[in-house]
């Protein structure tokens, strides 16, 4: 069974799709850190987030070699051709230059399709175009979501555990501005699928989360 989840950045899909793969023991994809990491291959190649040519290259890498290793907890190690690239997704150059590379259609193209191999035949997917194009025929689709300032004080405080340097306000413009960018793109744009059950993640804690989506999918089988 493919479970799907889609949702704005810092909607907490992330750490529930990986709590939730862990319950069911399934697969569990993060789509975005497959985006990140092409993202780091292209700044580390010293090339533009807009060179689709290098970004192509770069995304052919990871979908070759990528490889997700739950370690509990929700927690889980993402390696690029046996390099643990965990932390460095995460930095601040490449949050700004995931969306340009996102955009491209070639990237695009080597995403979807790696994502549909490498889930199988059971796994938890998470990103922003999973339930209406990646999986559109996932049998369980869910749309997590929250308000911006939550989900700007989320991302603020997991930076600030990072030791980065960067004020409530700059997260918040950076999260707008990549709803913006998400939601408008031409290529699979971030949206809710007619079909996928929507949740408000607002003031809820990540295990109640996980708990309304098994009792949902339970409900119904």
């Known amino acids: 069974m493919i479970i799907a989840i889609d949702g ?129 025929d996932a049998e369980e689709k869910f749309y997590l979501d929250a308000a911006l300032a939550e989900r700007a004080k989320r991302r603020y405080l997991e930076e600030m555990r990072k030791g980065t340097a960067l004020t409530l306000e700059k997260v918040e413009a950076d999260i707008r501005n990549r709803d913006k960018i998400d939601s408008s793109r031409e290529l699979s744009p971030l949206a809710r699928a007619q079909d996928a059950v929507y949740i408000d993640t607002t003031g809820k804690g990540i295990g109640e989360v996980v708990d309304e989506i098994l009792g949902r999918i339970r409900g119904r089988r």
């Open 8 to 136: 704005p950045a810092a909607s907490g899909k992330t750490t529930v799709a990986a709590l939730l793969a862990d319950r069911l023991n399934y697969n569990m994809l993060d789509s975005g850190s497959m985006y990140r990491a092409v993202a780091l291959l292209v700044i580390e190649g010293g090339a533009s987030p807009d060179d689709e040519l290098k970004a192509v290259e770069a995304a052919e890498k990871v979908a070759e070699s990528m490889r997700f290793v739950s370690v509990g907890e929700g927690e889980f190690r993402l390696s690029i051709g046996g390099r643990d690239v965990t932390m460095d997704i995460r930095s601040q150059e490449v949050t700004e230059a995931v969306s340009p590379v996102s955009r491209l259609a070639g990237v695009r193209a080597i995403m979807a399709e790696s994502q549909k191999r490498i889930a199988g035949a059971d796994a938890v997917v998470e990103g922003r175009d999973i339930g209406t194009v990646v999986f559109p």
